[in-house]
């Protein structure tokens, strides 16, 4: 009869690469038991990795597409939020104005006027808030403020009043400059983009625009009001009369604009309701696949947790018997 026998370095290296192959198979279920998920794609996929792979792609284009929802969310919850603001001074300045006569006492007559001009401050400020970095109201122009300030304003618009002290004079020199398409507010005032208006593609067929700038004719309007009342303290020598006169007409443009506003607030709640109704149907959507996904590639956790445990049982055999090979010799195998 004839023996084959193999020699110690041969054993060695078949031992070697028992034991690195069943290391292997541990750490692999030890891998599927703590992610859930299998490590074999190709063979979780029976060979067709390619509906995986499509799964896997789409879920990746829709987590980018609901980050950049999540911005558009963000962006028009700002606006809303800063225009709710606009629009209460608006209101409390129109009712501050309104009860002025030629009649009122001088002090609340100087009082509205003070307040003609803080909110003035309060309202450009509101307009150039930002989200971030982002500049809410300028369109595109994120990197620059919508308004000057409104004492560049201000200057501007009583130079262009030169010495007149008529309240006609006054309010068609204003309508003028907030009117004038190539002049005043337009190149001094708004200091935003004037292009298309502000646009988000939330998908590959939605998009929302973001109309709401500070060159808005609504928004002018409150400035308007906001600015006749503020030019009452910087123009000197007007009398009570028309002090009183810019006043309560100040306070008519302010109630006027309130439909505006509502209009502008509107238009952005539309835009909302339409970034949530996309972000609802990407939500479905990645649930759905993700449900495919697990499907595909869940690993069962008994199933693995009794492999794992026959790989250990073998792994335990495997240094048992390497152990007991180490020991042996010429006496032990003559015993």
Excluded at 24 to 31: A, G, Y
Excluded at 116 to 144: M, P, Y
Excluded at 224 to 233: E, H, N, Q, S, T
Aim: aromatic share 6%; charged share 20%; glycine share 8%.
């Amino acid at each position: 009869m004839n023996y084959a026998s193999l020699g110690d370095g041969v054993r060695q290296f078949q031992q070697a690469r028992q034991n690195l192959s069943i290391k292997t198979t541990l750490n692999t279920l030890v891998n599927e038991l703590s992610s859930g998920e299998k490590s074999d794609k190709v063979k979780a996929t029976n060979g067709d990795s390619s509906r995986f792979s499509a799964i896997d792609n789409r879920l990746k284009v829709l987590s980018s597409q609901a980050f950049v929802a999540k911005e558009a969310q963000l962006t028009l919850s700002a606006m809303q939020t800063a225009l709710n603001n606009f629009d209460a001074q608006r209101g409390a300045l129109a009712d501050q104005l309104l009860p002025i006569t030629p009649d009122s006492p001088d002090f609340q007559v100087t009082q509205a006027a003070a307040a003609g001009r803080s909110r003035l401050d309060g309202l450009v400020t509101t307009l150039n808030t930002k989200l971030g970095d982002d500049s809410l109201f300028a369109g595109t122009a994120f990197d620059q403020a919508a308004l000057t300030s409104s004492d560049a304003m201000l200057a501007d618009i009583v130079t262009q009043i030169g010495g007149a002290t008529y309240a006609a004079t006054i309010l068609s020199t204003v309508d003028t400059w907030f009117d004038d398409p190539a002049g005043g507010f337009a190149t001094l005032g708004y200091t935003g983009d004037t292009g298309a208006q502000q646009q988000k593609r939330l998908d590959g067929d939605s998009k929302i625009a973001i109309e709401a700038r500070a060159d808005d004719d609504g928004i002018k309007s409150v400035l308007k009001g906001a600015v006749i009342a503020a030019l009452v303290d910087d123009i000197p020598g007007l009398d009570k009369s028309v002090k009183t006169s810019l006043l309560f007409e100040a306070g008519l443009q302010l109630q006027s604009a309130a439909s505006d506003v509502a209009g502008i607030q509107g238009r952005l709640g539309y835009a909302e309701e339409e970034v949530e109704r996309i972000s609802v149907a990407q939500s479905a959507e990645q649930a759905a696949l993700n449900i495919a996904r697990n499907l595909i590639m869940q690993a069962d956790p008994f199933d693995t947790a009794s492999e794992l445990q026959a790989v250990q049982l073998q792994l335990e055999t495997h240094y048992a018997m390497t152990a007991r090979l180490s020991r042996l010799s010429l006496s032990e195998y003559l015993r």
